[in-house]
């Protein structure tokens, strides 16, 4: 993928170049970076984009690995994701796209969560394992939770300038974890994706994504008895209303789905 994939769809578009150098992450006014370009080319964008920068030509690892943690570059595919074998939720994840293995091939990680879509999977990967975001800008680097991210539909904390990196997961929120999803029909776009994992602490965190405008992180000492997953899971106070679901039908689902997963991880 290089300069010369459509950039001639996005017709105020004046300049795109790959960068393959930390000084070349330096945004010009105009300019936007792209991942995989599966969003950026599927839809008009506005005019005062203008210039596209290609961050595949970093040439980041994909995937690397310390003794507590596994590092997902932001350009790592969700294809590439997916294979993972750490743990079931890196294939359930890449799954939720509403999207054939044709996307997940060129598709990133990074672009997904940038993205900020309330059916965003790797979000709601991201969240589930209590992941650590890398955002870096061409001279500084910041670290922030995964949960404080996205803060609703298509918004992020990211500053302008700010590019997402890299997604550090602690290998200890990998011990065990549970996946519910459902959506209106059966090839369909998230109605509401809940997970919940707990570690040897017994520490148990769920997280609630797809259905609400951000993600919910939802986290207990102990394991928790099932009135108070219903009760947190009902002091979401943001479920979204589109063409794939409805508020009511959202949190019922979610109820239901908390609930499955407490029981299976108890
Ligand atoms: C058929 C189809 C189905 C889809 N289904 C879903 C779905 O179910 N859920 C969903 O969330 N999306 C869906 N999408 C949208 C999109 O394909 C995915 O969100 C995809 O993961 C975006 O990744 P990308 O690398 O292609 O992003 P790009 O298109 O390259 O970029 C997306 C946005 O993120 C920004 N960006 C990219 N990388 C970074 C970075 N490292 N740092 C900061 N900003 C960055 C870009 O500037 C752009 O604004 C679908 C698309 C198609 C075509």
Not at 41 to 66: I, K
Not at 168 to 174: D, F, K, N, Q
Not at 204 to 218: C, D, E, K, Q, Y
Request: some cysteine; glycine content about 8%.
């Amino acid at each position: 993928m290089g300069l010369t994939r459509h950039t001639m769809d996005l017709i105020y578009v004046r300049e795109a170049r790959v960068a393959s150098t930390r000084s070349a992450l330096s945004l010009a006014p105009g300019e936007v970076v792209i991942g995989g370009g599966t969003w950026l080319y599927s839809e008009e964008q506005p005019a005062d984009v203008t210039g596209v920068v290609d961050l595949m030509g970093m040439g980041w690892e994909p995937v690397t690995r310390s003794d507590d943690t596994l590092v997902i570059a932001a350009t790592c595919t969700v294809e590439t994701l997916r294979a993972l074998p750490d743990s079931p939720l890196f294939q359930q994840c890449a799954d939720s796209l509403l999207a054939s293995w044709k996307i997940q091939r060129i598709a990133t990680v990074g672009g997904n969560i940038a993205l900020a879509l309330p059916a965003g999977p790797m979000t709601a990967l991201a969240v589930a394992l209590d992941a650590t975001l890398v955002l870096w800008t061409a001279e500084s680097e910041r670290r922030v939770p995964a949960a404080e991210f996205v803060t609703g539909v298509r918004a992020t904390i990211l500053e302008p300038g700010e590019i997402l990196r890299a997604i550090e997961i602690p290998l200890a929120s990998l011990h065990r974890t549970a996946f519910r999803r459902i959506s209106l029909s059966p090839l369909g776009r998230t109605g509401t994706l809940v997970t919940g994992r707990t570690d040897t602490t017994g520490t148990t965190v769920f997280s609630v994504t797809g259905g609400t405008a951000r993600p919910h992180r939802l986290a207990f000492d102990a394991p928790p008895a099932p009135a108070e997953v219903a009760t947190a899971v009902d002091s979401i106070d943001d479920w979204h209303l589109d063409a794939h679901g409805t508020p009511d039908w959202r949190r019922a689902m979610s109820l239901v789905f908390a609930e499955e997963i407490r029981a299976e991880l108890s």
